[in-house]
């Protein structure tokens, strides 16, 4: 019973991602799709899905050298790359940078800049997975952002009045402004944090559980820790979140689409064919007509 249950349970992520592509029109079938991997749940999650689904898929991490924790996730990236036959690239910030995230930080703050680690981690990151990825010619670059990281980056966003952020996100996040941009998609976009981790184990894939050991100050886990006490009262929180989102971009688009014409009966702007002055009026004649009156 609980074997069957646990396959039902993979099939519906494998079916939820199906649906995610298709909806978003994330990638096409003959794209080649690089994955950003971590070593991480999600993004290991990520890959093995989309090659399971039969899509052209090559693994790219950033090795930040933190020590052994960078350096057993790329232990377990490669052997999971090996057993699924997916090639993986590495490419390592001492390589780039010719020095390790930590010294960065350090020599940064030397100079009266405390930036936080995660935030340098992530500035650094995306520049090279963004320039390697036009260099291996991905068509987009997938990553392993689930419905729990949106909601949080979205909350974030918000209490801290970032709106060119919040209206950035999404499962095709950014605006492609420029062609050295590489297309960034999000497959697990609707899946909860919850049921990457459930399909990871069931999969026992080799893959880290824990948390970054530069993150546990991070200002992200106030946020990660007040959203999952909050969703544990009011269970769909976070898809609650990811709808506003959604709802809130699509009037965007709808808002600098809006044509204004003129009102067919008296001639002042309006976006439909009646303004709401002679809408409202007509309202009224109507009510006039069926001797409603005041």
Sequence with gaps: MVKESNGQFMKYLEKKVRETIKKYSLFAKNDKI?????????????????????????????DAVIGNYTKKNLENLKKVCKKYDIKLHV??????????LCYIKSVLKEKGHDYSSCMLCG???????????????????????????????????????????????????????????????KPL???????????SKLMKFP?????????????????IN????????????KYNIIKFQENMKDNLKKQKNLKVGTCKICGEPASKDLCKTCTIFKILATAKKEGKTC
């Design 226 to 237: 007040f959203l999952n006490e909050f969703e544990k009262k009011h269970p769909s929180v």
């Design 189 to 199: 976009y609707l899946i909860k944090e919850e049921e990457v981790e459930r399909f």
């Design 91 to 100: 490419i390592s910030f001492r390589e780039e940078f010719g020095m390790s």
């Design 207 to 223: 893959v880290h559980y824990g948390i970054c050991p530069c993150s546990v100050d991070a200002y992200r886990r106030q946020y």
């Design 123 to 185: 500035v650094l990151k995306r520049y090279l997975l963004n320039k390697y990825s036009r260099k291996l010619k991905f068509d987009c670059l997938a990553t392993g952002h689930n419905l729990d990281d949106e909601a949080q980056a979205f909350l974030m966003n918000v209490l801290r009045n970032d709106f060119k952020l919040a209206q950035r996100q999404g499962a095709v996040p950014g605006v492609n402004l420029s062609k050295k941009f590489t297309k960034r998609v």
């Design 34 to 62: 690089g994955v950003a991997v971590s070593g991480g749940k999600d993004s290991t999650v990520c890959l093995y899905l989309l090659k399971k689904l039969g899509y052209n898929v090559e693994g790219i991490t950033i």
